[in-house]
């Protein structure tokens, strides 16, 4: 298992420069900001191609408050833009029924009907919050299938441990590499980078879902509409 800072290390040391310490991080030298930078240089790279892919594909069990059409997001947080699917199994069904996805003028038009029950129905996003309908007047557990959002490394959580394959550490070591070569002013330093974008892409093609067993294919539903003010 390694850290965030291993790999920061890791990088440094194919350059030739000395590691840098957890008490070194938390002084904010000027080594520590700039390899706090490109950790989250590299990571942002990194999960940018992942949307598709299995990476952090997510399940969440999230429960409604009464009286809110609110949506709590889990711990890790999502990215709104690239949930899936909303799910509600009903008392007595056993299948999963999926929750409607609307836009934001619709969902406006629906609050003011009246429903024969509050069981979820539909769903929508506005301004980065998810939002149901019917307002419920229970608690239901739904299930959300969705993408995390990529971690922000920081001085505080850059010696967590790195949640991904060991398979994806030497390529995460590339892409901070090239980042502190970009930083050192090193003319090769986007070749470095394409080198790793490219070993990133071969990662995730090893790693893709295939969904064929179930007779249907991957589908990614980008709600980013629902989010504009009309």
Do not use: C
């Not at 990476?55 to 809110?68: L, W």
């Not at 990133?200 to 504009?228: E, W």
């Amino acid at each position: 298992m390694a850290t965030y800072l291993d790999l920061l290390n890791r990088a440094r040391a194919r350059q030739g420069s000395t590691p840098i310490s957890a008490i070194a991080i938390g002084n904010n030298s000027g080594d520590s900001l700039q390899g706090i930078a490109a950790v989250n240089a590299a990571v942002a790279t990194f999960y940018d191609n992942s949307y598709d892919l299995d990476n952090t594909d997510k399940i969440a069990s999230i429960n409604t408050t009464s009286g809110t059409s609110l949506l709590t997001p889990p711990t890790d947080t999502w990215d709104t833009n690239v949930i899936k699917a909303i799910k509600y199994q009903k008392a007595g069904d056993s299948v999963l029924r999926t929750l409607a996805l609307i836009d934001l003028p619709t969902s406006e038009d629906y609050k003011l009907q009246t429903f024969n029950d509050n069981e979820p129905m539909y769903w929508w996003v506005n301004q980065s919050q998810v939002y149901i309908l019917p307002v419920p007047t229970t608690a239901y557990t739904l299930k959300v299938f969705y993408q995390s959002l990529y971690p922000d490394i920081t001085a505080d959580n850059i010696t967590n441990t790195v949640v991904l394959p060991d398979s994806a550490l030497k390529t995460l070591v590339d892409l901070i590499y090239a980042r502190l070569r970009e930083q050192l002013g090193d003319p090769q330093w986007a070749g470095y980078l394409q080198l790793a974008e490219q070993q990133v892409k071969k990662f995730y093609d090893r790693n893709k879902h295939t969904y064929k067993r179930q007779g249907f294919q991957r589908f990614i539903v980008r709600p980013r509409f629902a989010d504009r003010r009309l």
